[in-house]
C-alpha cells in the first residue's frame, strides 16, 4: 500500500484507487493538516464518498467522475473535481470550494452551511435543497425544485432553472441569467440592487464565470409562508 501513496515531482502525493481501499484514501486526506499539500486522486471509477469530511486548507484533484456524496460535508480543503458527480456533491458542506468540471446529479451542495461550489455543467434537480449559508455557483442549467426551502447563500445559474424554483425558501438569494420554468411556492422575482449585483460579480469572479450581472434577475421569498395564515394556506 506504501507505494500507491506517492508524491510526483511537483510535491503532489497521488492516492491510486486501484491499488487503495476508498477508507484509506479518506483517512489520509483527512489527516492532512498542511495548508501547502495536494493529493490528486486517480482510478476514480465512479466511486462513492470520495474526499469526505475533510477540515484542513489542503488541495485535493479527483481525477475521474465519482459517485454519490463526493466532497461531503467539506471543511477549509479546496477539491476539484475533473469529470462529473453523483447525487449529493458537497453535501453540508461548511467551508472551504468544490469545483466541478462536469455535470453534477441531484441535491447538490444540499444543506451546505458555506463555502462555494462551482459546476462547470449542468445541475439536475434539487439544487441547494435546504442550503443554509453555501454559495452555489452553475454554468450550466438546473432541474426542478431547486433551492426548496433554502434559508440563506446564493444560487447563481447562467442557464435555465426547471419547475418550482425556489418553492418555500426563506432569506437564500437567487440569481438566474437563463429562462425559470416556473416559480415554487413563495418565490417571487425580486428588484435587483446594487448591492445584488455586487454580491453577483463578485461570485461570478470567483467561479470563473463569463457573464455579467446586469444580465441576471434576482428571485426571494415573497414572505408569506414565515407564519402560518390561513389565507395561504393553499400554498402551503
Do not use: W
Not at 439536475?124 to 438546473?142: A, E, L
Not at 447563481?156 to 418553492?167: I, N, Q, T
Amino acid at each position: 500500500m506504501e507505494a500507491a501513496l506517492m508524491p510526483s515531482e511537483t510535491g503532489v502525493k497521488t492516492l491510486d484507487m486501484s491499488a487503495m481501499e476508498l477508507r484509506e484514501i479518506n483517512e489520509t486526506l483527512q489527516s492532512a493538516a498542511g495548508s501547502n499539500e495536494a493529493f490528486e486522486v486517480t482510478n476514480t471509477r465512479g466511486a462513492h464518498a470520495i474526499a469526505v469530511g475533510l477540515d484542513a486548507p489542503i488541495h485535493v484533484t479527483v481525477k475521474g467522475s465519482t459517485g454519490y456524496y463526493c466532497a461531503g460535508m467539506n471543511k477549509q480543503a479546496t477539491i476539484h473535481v475533473k469529470g462529473s458527480v453523483g447525487p449529493g456533491a458537497a453535501e453540508n458542506m461548511m467551508s472551504g470550494t468544490v469545483i466541478v468540471d462536469g455535470d453534477a446529479s441531484q441535491y447538490a451542495g444540499a444543506t451546505g452551511h458555506g463555502g462555494l461550489l462551482v459546476v462547470k455543467g449542468n445541475a439536475s434537480s434539487r439544487c441547494g435543497i435546504s442550503m443554509k449559508g453555501i454559495d452555489i455557483v452553475v454554468h450550466g442549467n438546473i432541474g426542478h425544485m431547486s433551492a426548496f426551502m433554502a434559508q440563506k447563500g446564493n444560487l447563481v445559474v447562467l442557464g435555465d432553472a426547471g419547475d418550482a424554483l425556489g418553492d418555500s425558501l426563506y432569506e437564500a438569494r437567487l440569481f438566474v441569467r437563463g429562462s425559470v420554468k416556473s416559480l415554487g411556492a413563495d418565490c417571487v422575482e425580486k428588484e435587483m440592487r446594487p448591492e445584488h449585483l455586487k454580491i453577483l460579480a463578485d461570485l461570478l469572479e470567483k467561479a470563473g464565470a463569463d457573464a455579467k450581472p446586469e444580465e441576471f434577475r434576482r428571485y426571494g421569498s415573497a414572505r408569506k409562508l414565515y407564519n402560518f395564515n390561513i389565507d395561504h394556506a393553499g400554498d402551503y
